[in-house]
């Protein structure tokens, strides 16, 4: 079986290896950077996906575990993420929580049959301008959606759609807190800058110690997370299950749908990502089936969707991380920091946690690979930018749904102007190349009533129709028509049945068929339908010449 075929957690082919203690040293100072660097994450996540501030530390505990310990790669690093913010807020919105919690165990079991299906490809299929296009779309309305916390405005609940809500942001501006938007501002400062100081403290959180500090020491007027959700709770929720009608399945299929291709699509990129950091190679199908299962157990303690986080992974890399167990101690820190400092994280100011996601959103949008798209055939613009937009302005799944489709009928089109049908009978009368590095060229003595076409690329129904345009007449003024398909690698239904009915008018007109130079699957696929008897196999050449060479015969 091939590596990436293999459906087996790399945590026991790290333990099968062997496992140093020096290893292990380096993972536990890798996990625990990483879980300092996921605690504000994971909080600003969860609010800003409309759950409670825990239900983010629940996620990142419990699927992180999961993840890390069932996964395709060795260094993943899995939790709640920015790319499914609009689409658990929506959930929650219209459902409430119970909605979602349904919504990821559909999901999770989606992503489970993908792996066991050996879908672990299937980034490749998703073209490059809708990732990029969907990803910078929901970075432009997580932006949106913590101007509320960052100006400090007193909005009770912001509408989920764009449209609906940025009016009401825009109307409430000159209500701004003006303290509120000095903590975002000092908090993006530190965020920014520390990196260059100490880079294994995590800038956030010394945003968050500086600021709650400063909030709480000189009675700051901004509004914290404890006094908007209560206290944050100091042990993991009791396992349990979400109560599931089949009204409510129905209803969710769609979305559910949206989560499990999010965190599939994530989870492989934020592993190629790895890939390329580490020289290792990741089992996507396992990642798949990790992925599946961790946003089930996410759900049994009260969590939300969870996927492999590609910025926290690079980090764990960048810190020593080497094997899964870097990512159990990440888990394990978060829930040390739940148990013995969750009473105090509702002290945080929502202001920083909104400049947080601001940081988030800058560089999870891409903007220079956005712009630098630009320069792509305007079929990818197109791509690009009908994503993007339907992103912002309609849904994510739509978003999602349209651009593949797009891309999709725009790549046919292309294979359209790349297949081509044309005639040869004057070229060959002049000289022929049976290949195109051979040095040798000889005329074909090509008999009055014959006529030659070729087929250049793939045989598919975006040709068939040009195929058949292109043949109908000719048909007509010869007695026998060779057609070339040297060049032509595979065939489909369409192509298949263009063919057919060309074979049919040459037996009305009494015209003779030959094939020349036709490849060994196109064949099995002609001989399967039954055409190659219907065109006779002494009619079907291996050579050009041969078919002339046959042509000559017949007409004699």
Request: net charge positive; glycine share 8%; charged share 15%.
């Amino acid at each position: 079986m091939k590596h990436k075929e293999l459906i087996i957690p790399k945590l026991w082919t790290v333990i099968r290896e062997g496992y140093s203690f020096q290893t292990f040293f380096k993972d536990a100072s890798a996990g625990v950077v990483v879980g300092i660097v996921a605690l504000p994450l994971a909080i600003a996540f969860a609010i800003a996906s409309g759950v409670k501030p825990e239900q983010g530390l629940f996620t990142a505990i419990i699927a992180g575990f999961l993840i890390s310990a069932l996964s395709g790669s060795r260094v993943q690093i899995g939790g709640p993420t920015g790319a499914f913010i609009i689409t658990v807020y929506g959930i929650v919105t219209q459902y409430g929580y119970e909605g979602l919690a349904v919504a990821t165990l559909m999901a999770g079991v989606i992503l489970i049959i993908m792996g066991f299906a050996r879908f672990g490809q299937i980034i490749e299929f998703i073209p490059y301008p809708v990732t990029i296009g969907f990803t910078t779309g929901i970075a432009t309305i997580i932006l949106t959606t913590q101007l509320k916390d960052f100006f400090g405005l007193k909005i009770q609940k912001l509408p989920s759609h764009l449209l609906d809500s940025l009016p009401i942001i825009i109307r409430e501006l000159p209500s701004l807190n003006i303290i509120a938007v000095g903590i975002g501002l000092i908090s993006i400062l530190i965020i920014h800058e520390w990196p260059k100081y100490v880079k294994r403290i995590p800038g956030s959180l010394v945003a968050i110690i500086v600021t709650t500090l400063a909030v709480q020491l000189l009675h700051l007027n901004v509004e914290t997370i404890a006094e908007r959700f209560g206290s944050i709770p100091t042990s993991l929720p009791t396992p349990h299950l979400p109560f599931v009608s089949w009204d409510i399945l129905k209803n969710l299929i769609r979305p559910a749908t949206t989560i499990a291709l999010l965190a599939g699509l994530e989870s492989l990129l934020s592993a190629i990502v790895a890939d390329g950091m580490t020289g290792y190679r990741h089992r996507p199908n396992m990642e798949l089936i990790a992925q599946g299962v961790a946003n089930i157990g996410s759900v049994f303690f009260g969590g939300i969707p969870a996927t492999g986080a590609i910025a926290r992974t690079a980090t764990n890399i960048k810190n020593g991380g080497r094997t899964p167990v870097a990512g159990i101690i990440h888990a394990a820190t978060l829930l040390c920091i739940l148990l013995l400092f969750g009473k105090w994280a509702g002290l945080i100011p929502l202001a920083t946690l909104a400049a947080i996601l601001v940081i988030v959103a800058y560089h999870m949008s891409e903007w220079r690979i956005f712009l630098k798209l630009f320069r792509s055939p305007k079929s990818d613009i197109v791509v690009l930018l009908t994503t993007y937009f339907l992103t912002v302005l309609v849904d994510l799944t739509v978003a999602i749904e349209v651009g593949v489709v797009l891309a999709a009928f725009l790549f046919m089109k292309r294979m359209m102007t790349v297949t081509e049908i044309g005639p040869l009978k004057e070229a060959f009368q002049t000289l022929n190349t049976e290949e195109d590095d051979e040095i040798t060229r000889t005329k074909l003595d090509i008999p009055k009533g014959v006529e030659i076409f070729e087929i250049n690329g793939p045989f598919f129904f975006g040709a068939a129709d040009k195929f058949k345009t292109v043949l109908h007449d000719t048909v007509k003024k010869c007695k026998i028509l060779i057609i070339r398909m040297r060049h032509v690698p595979t065939i489909d239904a369409s192509g298949l049945r263009a063919l057919e009915d060309i074979v049919d008018k040459c037996h009305h007109e009494h015209t003779i068929i030959l094939l020349a130079g036709i490849r060994a699957l196109p064949k099995s696929i002609l001989k399967d339908s039954g055409l190659l008897d219907k065109i006779g196999k002494d009619n079907v050449l291996a050579s050009i010449e041969s078919a002339v060479k046959r042509a000559q015969e017949l007409l004699k």
